[in-house]
Each structure stands twice: as C-alpha cells, then as structure tokens.
C-alpha cells in the first residue's frame, strides 16, 4: 500500500476511535507500523501521587505495563518535565532527558532495557493541575534512535490523535446502538451537530438546537451549518473541507476552532469526519458526512509543575531533583533514580534551597504541599 494512503487508513482508524474506544489497540499497531516501534501507550500520569492510568496499550506483555503502574511510573526520569512541554509537540527521549543519564537510571535498567528499548517518540495531549495525558512509541534496535523522518510522520499524527481524545472525552458515547442515538446525543451538554457534505444539518440534539437558536455563534436562520463571524465561517469551511478528506494538513494547522459569541462567550469547535469502520452506523442512520461539536472554553491554567518551575524559576534539571526528593528521599536514593551521582543531586538542592527560601527536605515537602492544594484558577 502507498504511503500516503496507509496515513489516510490510519488517520480514519484514529477519527473511529473517538467513538468506539474498543479500536484504540489496533490504532497504536498501525501507528508502531507506520512511526517504527515495538509498543506503544495511551496513558495519563500524575505527576504528584506518581501514578499511571493506561487508557490503552499495545506491544509489550502485560506484565510489563502492569509493573510500570505498579513499580516504575513512580521513578520514570521522563516526569516531571514532560509537565513543562508544550501539548501537540512531537518529543523523543532527547528532549526530556539526557541520553547519557537515561541508561545510568534504575528506570531504563530495570524496565527499558530488559524490552529491548531504544528511544521513545510521542507527545503530550493534554495537561491538567497535576496530571498529562501521554501518547508515546517505544523504538528498538530495528527502528533507531528517532531521527527526522519518525518526528515528521508522528507530526502527521499527534494532531488527529489529540482531536480524537478529546472528542472521545467530550461525547463519552462509546457503543451505542442506532435506537438510542438520539437520546444519547439529547443527554449531552455538549452541542452536537451532524452534518452533509454540503453543510446541511441532518440533525442536532438539544444542546446544539439552543446554542444555534442564540443566535450568538452559528446563524440560526436557515438549515446550512454557518458560523455569524466571517473569520470563523472562514475558518470552519477549511477545518469542514479538511476533515472530510482526513488530510494531515488539517491537523498540523489546528486541533480546535475558537469561536467567540457575541455575548463574550468563548467556545471551541471540533470537527469528527464520519463514514469509515465503526462510525458507519451515523452515516447509515442519518447520512452525515461529519460531526461537529461546540462546548465552551474552559479557563486555561498552569499545571503545579509548571507553577512551581516559575514561581521560583527553576531549570528542568532542578525540577526533576525536586520531585525525586519528594517521592523516593534523600539524595542517595535519589540519584540512580535520576541517573545522576549524589554529589550533583546535593548541589540541585543547594540550588533549589536557595531559590526557594527553604532549608530542609521538610520545607520543601510542605511547600510543595501547600502549591498543590491551592491550584490557580
């Protein structure tokens, strides 16, 4: 199969799991196929109670994903930095810890090496207070280490992989059969509408009627899906002409549309293509093209890591010391976690002492503490 039309297969197979989640596993294989890895995972990791939720995963044994969140996620060097990326950058093992100190830490001896690892490629979808969620390819000696053309082919994905967690997470609808579809849709706050090829709206549930009959976003006049602003009915036609195509190019340029209503409001849009695999039976039911689904803009904020880094204007280096310290004790267990000596983890905090005004590991523990329990809104 050309490579372009294995991108496309694969770029529906991600849109089909935004419905049917049962797809995922099959999604990270053709992903490993396409990238080049041995495993691949869909998880989220809080950065505070150190623990993992795999979302879902293919590749390595389940022993080894069960021994992640029940030993490795708590000294896994990757975090809390990873809390400090940007979400929809495509980042490998170099962008987040030194090579050099990734094989001195208990983390690759224990789990990485005995898989055969290489380096990793991925991104992070999504953060919040404490926590991320994770998309990421394990590589091993057939693959290499991740060059240009795995962080260009995995660009054409992360976006449409974000989109189709996040709708996922929007609509919850998982397997649901044709005869309770419209009551599913009519249960969601979310806005929801199906529409044809040429815009027309097929269908709508409650939400998206009166958000539509506002008349403060979309024209409420008419049957054509059109949003009032020209700029965002200038960029909903593109993402619309986009999506339906399933081009890569439609996520790279963006994930969400932002729409503001002329009451203030801020919402997001986000387009779903349909008619592929699983999402056959919308197309069947109503004839619809794609989806869209409007919800309003939550207030963005920085997550705990990422407070603490400027509040007090610590380097990565200083933050990965300080949430060691926090987890596994002082410096001597600190430092193969780290993959580091215990001379350099005891100048980090020399340096983390000064910063923030503290004097013992105690303060630091409070002080993280009381960041933790009062998030900035």
Not at 104 to 125: N, S
Request: with cysteine.
């Amino acid at each position: 199969m050309p490579e372009s039309e294995y991108l496309s297969a694969v770029i529906g197979e991600i849109y089909d799991a935004a419905i049917d989640p049962s797809r995922w596993p099959s999604v990270l294989e053709q992903v490993c196929g396409f990238v080049g890895g041995f495993a691949a995972s869909l998880f989220i990791h809080d950065a505070v109670t150190k623990e993992a939720n795999f979302v879902c995963q293919w590749g390595a044994t389940p022993e080894s994903w069960e021994a992640y969140t029940s030993e490795y996620v708590k000294i896994n060097p990757a975090f809390p930095t990873l809390l400090l990326k940007e979400t929809g950058t495509v980042l490998a093992n170099v962008d987040i810890v030194p090579e050099n100190k990734l094989r001195l830490t208990r983390f690759y001896k224990e789990w990485l090496q005995p898989q055969g690892f290489v380096d990793t490629i991925g991104a992070v979808l999504e953060k919040s207070w404490t926590s991320c969620s994770i998309f990421a390819v394990l590589r091993g000696a057939e693959h290499g280490i991740v060059d240009e053309s795995a962080r260009q082919r995995m660009a054409l994905l992360i976006p449409h992989i974000q989109r189709a967690v996040l709708i996922g997470k929007t609509i919850e609808l998982k397997n649901v059969v044709n005869e309770d579809f419209a009551l599913t849709l009519n249960a969601l706050s979310t806005a929801v509408y199906l529409l044809s090829e040429s815009r027309e709206i097929l269908h709508t549930n409650s939400s998206g009627a009166a958000l539509r009959n506002a008349d403060t976003i979309l024209i409420a006049a008419g049957n054509v899906f059109q949003a009032r602003d020209p700029i965002h009915e200038g960029q909903l036609r593109t993402m619309i002409s986009d999506a339906s195509a399933y081009t890569a190019s439609a996520g790279r340029k963006t994930m969400a549309i932002e729409l503001s209503a002329t009451d203030g409001e801020r919402y997001f849009a986000h387009i779903l293509p349909l008619g592929l695999g699983t999402q056959g039976w919308v197309r069947s039911c109503h004839g619809a093209a794609f989806a869209v689904f409007i919800h309003q803009a939550a207030l963005w904020r920085p997550t705990l890591v990422e407070c603490v880094a400027e509040r007090f204007q610590l380097t990565p280096a200083q933050i990965r010391v300080l949430f060691a310290l926090l987890e596994v004790g002082g410096a001597a267990e600190a430092a193969p976690v780290l993959g580091i000596s215990k001379d350099t983890v005891k100048s980090h905090l020399k340096h983390i002492f000064r910063k923030t005004g503290t004097k013992s590991q105690a303060d630091l523990v409070k002080l993280v503490a009381e960041f933790a329990s009062t998030p900035i809104l």
